[in-house]
């Protein structure tokens, strides 16, 4: 057991922090900076920020060289995501679908003719990508995709709808998961296509969310003609090629994304120093503040899992079992924080927006909590994996996907 | 960066396993559980054979000049089986203790009979305040000339009853500090809840101690903890095999328990319960071991989400047992009982949360 980092991953931490340090917008994290809120001035403010990342060489971090990335180690990833987080500066936003899904994905199973293609302008920015998975009736039963895809000559007719999908109305490419054959159990007739937003009879439209805003949409596709070059890989091979876009979703962000909630935890901290109930601060009150203590305990416990969680892929190229439970705990964990954090405010948790403790961040956040148990694999799944793969657990006949006959 | 055990230690956590399945299965445990001073002196013997006693003792000391790293897997390994031995109190809580307070010659002075297995050392910390630290006791220790004497009552020590040296926290005009007391310490014996293990009160009479080189009660108090952590998170891992392969035998409505959600999920929850605990755990010892800068943090977070999470999971190892868990034939009680008897021993969770409420400076 050594937890120190090498002087060459201490060089490279110092590195990405000058830079971070130097390149944040202007009065970035000061209460007068007025951050982007709409998903349009998002949209807008990270296509700057993530072009200076390109620019720098930090997008393409994880990428191999060959596809002009930077062919980092893990724990230079790793010590990339931890710095960002610390400096509190902007996630990845508008790029992340390319960079971390659609990229990684061609790059395993495109030909060289598509890696070319579309590889480096993912890495410039000049195309923005978005992720046709989910559908109504086919969200943790992702294998149920209804979509349909029917080769006809050189081309495929594409008809269906897909949901939750993130940026589609301002994507320049969608990378869509599609049934291609009817007559075979649903898992083995899926493909991937590398769809142009631009097409004919393609209809994003934004789903208003929880909180108000719109960062995910419906996507229809009405009889779109897409041309037979645009298969990813092999016909039918696209539930098997879906398991490497899903692999890639989390990862060496884990600990960033673990500083990240920290900073949360401090700013309910703060507010629960300044918030006063029966005459002392809810951070005194006894009803509160052994919660607070168990909200910081179990955020410190993700740090270690991840630890963990990176020491067995350097040693063995794989998570452990630590891994295989990470989403599950800290997923709960960030609901049981937000829950507090909205605790803290007592009467006025009721109150949203600009009325509201910190302008509605604790509304927000408990809210957006939710996402984290139901997105990337919900809880439950999760459960039924960890009882399965991990436990051993016979597989039931309740949730069982039953296989066409 | 490497945050995980040896190959080496592996190899020794491997070995205990197989060992500790052979010589002491529940059978085993069971021979001493109607007598509350009673303990595996065989078990011990064997163990002492094998060098585990001698493991993180220095070799001028009678030791294996190993380090306390290398008893986190084997306590593991002896709380997985619920040993009947006092090697949590001698070994990795007393022993550790005079290792890291006491000076060169009070470790001559102690350490061969404790590595040798020899004497039974055992730490006495808590009294009638139930408190892990130095606010809450009231022993008092009082020099008159080179001598040092204890007055005071100590509780919930563990396996007292077995223990030739007792390490005790006791309070001075200059602040606490540990005391190693050799003779004239009177132990009553109480009935423990936890079968496996033996405890007792502790009279301290105006008896003689000598004070440990170095003053406080850090570190040896936060190593005290670290080690409960980790022997607690294999008699837990031990409660999910059970359970698992439990649902896995027993049928109803004609098939296996553990093809029904209800179960798989309780399962998947158990062990999204045991694998933060098993992190912190190890976080906690590494942190004790290097003496990091958050190890008091470290220990604090280890011992109160491990109080809790645990005891969750010796409750639904229970609860998918069944009936059969309820009886006293079963063994899921030696395991239940000895996890809800560590939870609140070295502080509960609102113990511990209140000392992270105050080093995070809430």
Known sequence: MDLALSPEEEAFRAEVREWVGGNLPDGWGTPAYKEPRSFEERVVFSKQWEKKLSEAGYAGLHWPKEYGGRGATYMQQIIFHEEMARARAPQLFINFVGMNLAGPTIMAHGSE?????????????????????????????????????????????????????????????????????????KHKGLSYLLVDMKLPGIDPRPLKQVTGDAEFNEVFFTDVIVPRSQLLGEMNMGWTYANTTLSHERGPAFLGHQIRFRNALADMFAHANRTIRDGVPVSEHPAFRGRLAAAYAELEIMRYIGLRNITSILRNGRPGTEGSVAKLYWSHMVRRMQELALAVGGPAAALDGPDADDRGQWQRGYLMSFAQTIAAGSSEIQKNIISERVLGMPRGEVWAPKEKR | MDFDFSPEQYTLRDEARRFLEQQCPTSHVREFIDDPAGWSRGLWKQMADLGWMALPFPEDAGGLGQGFLDLVLLLGELGRVVAPVPFLSSIAQAGQVVLRHGSPEQQARFLPGIA???????????????????????????????????????RYVLDAPAADLFVVAARTPEGARWFVVEEGAVVTPKKSFDLTRTMGTVALEDVEAVPLESGGLEPGLRICVAAACAEM????????????????????????????????????????????????????CWAVATDADDADLAVSVAKSFGSEALARVAAEGVQVHGGIAFTWEHDMHLY???IKSMEHLFGDAPYHHERIAQLVGL
């Open chain 2, 116 to 154: 040798s297995g020899e004497q039974i050392a055992t730490v006495a910390i808590a009294e009638k305040s139930g408190s892990y630290d130095e606010a809450g006791i009231d022993t008092r220790a009082e020099q008159s000339g080179n001598a040092w004497r204890l007055t005071g009552e100590k």
């Open chain 2, 336 to 338: 239940q009982k000895r």
């Open chain 1, 113 to 185: 003719e598509q890696k070319k293609r579309y590889l480096p302008p993912i890495l410039s920015m000049d195309e923005i990508w978005c992720q046709g998975f989910s559908e109504p009736n086919a969200g943790s039963d992702l294998a149920n995709c209804q979509t349909r895809a029917d080769l006809d000559g050189d081309h495929f007719v594409v008809n269906g709808q897909k949901i939750w999908t993130s940026f589609a109305h301002v994507a320049d490419w969608c990378l869509l998961l599609c049934r291609t054959d009817q007559s075979v159990p």
């Open chain 2, 233 to 284: 998170v294999g008699t837990a891992a031990k409660i999910l095999d059970l359970t698992v392969g439990y649902s896995k035998e027993r049928e109803q409505f004609g098939r296996p328990i553990g093809s029904f959600q209800a179960i798989k999920h309780k399962c998947a929850e158990m062990l999204a319960d045991l694998e933060p605990s098993r992190s912190a755990a190890y976080y906690a």
